[in-house]
């Protein structure tokens, strides 16, 4: 099985720009989570979604939206980019039943300059 | 709360074993897993416990206590390409909403 792919895998941007992330899960995932890690603060919630439904969400700003599409490939967005945006997004795709285990994609390492 | 607490660092020797702790206070406990991740690379799945006990994966072993609250990954046979941080994780029913909560992980350094 093909693992989880992530596009890009970097990106620079300026503050005030607008960015859009992209996911592909495992072949017969239909779940995909999506987190922030920055330093010290660990892996941030961003969130969920299960067969095109936003299932769960953190506690990040509207800035931050997601969406997933029928085929279960998932983009999260962030408009109006800060600096404190900077971070490796990763994507987790997972069945979304049982034990549930999510494996991550290699990440997009955004810097916002 | 909700609140996974473990060690920030560790050092430990090429060839020895290390034992890497995870106290967690959740409602609704339904799983724990551990992930490894090498600087720079993303998360990668290591081990799920959600029974009481020891699950044992080649040099890899996790151990759960739900009664108290208690995880540890302990690493044998120690290789410097085990020099990575240890993300510990629990998953937490509220109702019909399944959460990961993450811990901060702890980084371990293997000497030679």
């Known amino acids: 099985k093909a693992g989880v792919t992530q596009t890009p895998r970097y990106l620079i941007k300026t503050r005030g720009q607008q960015v859009t992330l992209s996911c592909s899960p495992i072949?017969?995932?239909?779940?995909v989570s999506w987190y922030q890690q920055t330093p010290g603060q660990g892996l941030q919630f961003l969130f969920e979604?299960?067969?095109?439904?936003?299932?769960n969400k953190g506690n990040f700003p509207g800035r931050f939206s997601g969406r997933q599409f029928s085929n279960s490939r998932s983009e999260m967005n962030v408009s109006t980019l800060e600096l404190g945006d900077s971070a490796l997004y990763l994507c987790?795709?997972?069945?979304?039943?049982?034990?549930?285990?999510?494996?991550f994609g290699p990440g997009t390492r955004l810097t916002v300059l | 709360g909700q609140n996974i607490d473990q060690p920030t660092e560790m050092t430990a020797t090429e060839g020895a074993i290390v034992q890497i702790n995870c106290t967690y206070q959740?409602?609704?406990?339904?799983?724990l897993f551990w992930y490894q991740q090498h600087a720079g690379e993303a998360p990668t799945f290591l081990s799920y416990?959600?029974l009481d006990g020891l699950e044992e994966k080649g040099r890899f072993s996790s151990f759960l206590s739900r009664s108290k609250g208690y995880s540890y990954l302990l690493l044998k046979e120690l290789q410097m390409k085990d020099s990575a941080s240890y993300l510990c994780?629990?998953?937490?029913?509220?109702?019909?909403?399944?959460?990961?909560?993450w811990g901060l992980g702890t980084s371990l350094a293997v000497n030679p």
């Open positions: 959740t409602s609704g406990f339904n799983g």
């Open positions: 979604y299960f067969s095109e439904t936003q299932r």
């Open positions: 987790a795709s997972h069945s979304g039943r049982a034990a549930d285990t999510q494996y």
């Open positions: 072949s017969g995932h239909r779940s």
């Open positions: 994780a629990v998953r937490a029913l509220a109702g019909n909403n399944r959460k990961l909560i």
């Open positions: 416990n959600v």
